[in-house]
């Protein structure tokens, strides 16, 4: 059987991967990349997937969802945000794999990623360019704000194995 990763599909760094939305045949290779960690970050939750990640391939899934939409301009949810951030971050020292995914894997999944590269200790610029290239024509000036100005201090520095 060969196995496909799903849409979009990118690695952070060796522990945190992001992509669209994935299908059967994308979990299976997910899986077999050792993530057992998956964050929806879209708005629904379709009904069959519990069914399909959490009990039939024993992964652990968490839902949470994060508005950050093609033409949503309605604030971004610190908090909601930060509990993302803390799941991730708190995974990564672990040592756990998690994988993080929304409808398109070009909105909630990249800023999420850059978030994570400001917890790196990347340079604020570096941060917003790393956003507009994985963004491309999703790349929002709100979001580059919002990027440039949220405060990383609550979580120590992480670095890359």
């Known amino acids: 059987m060969i196995l496909f990763p799903p849409d979009n599909f990118t690695y952070h760094d ?16 997910l ?16 009904k069959h997937h519990e069914a399909l990640l ?12 994060l508005s950050v939409g093609r033409y949503s301009f309605e604030p971004i949810d610190e908090e ?6 803390d799941f991730v971050v708190k995974n990564y020292r672990k040592g756990s794999r998690v994988y993080m995914y929304d409808a398109s894997g070009c909105n909630q999944v990249v800023l999420v ?10 340079d604020p610029i570096a941060v917003l360019s790393y956003y507009d290239r994985l963004s491309g024509s999703f790349a929002h000036s ?15 520095k992480i670095t890359n194995r």
Do not use: M
């Open 14 to 29: 060796d522990h945190v991967a992001f992509s669209a939305y994935p299908d059967v045949e994308n979990v299976r290779f």
């Open 31 to 46: 899986r077999n990349l050792g993530f057992r960690k998956f964050l929806n970050l879209c708005q629904t939750w379709p």
């Open 142 to 156: 709100f979001v580059r704000r919002f990027l440039y100005n949220f405060d990383v201090s609550r979580w120590s």
């Open 80 to 85: 909601r945000l930060c509990a993302i951030l």
């Open 54 to 65: 959490g009990k039939e391939l024993q992964l652990e899934v968490r839902h949470y969802p």
């Open 113 to 122: 990623s850059s978030v994570l590269r400001k917890i790196e200790g990347w």
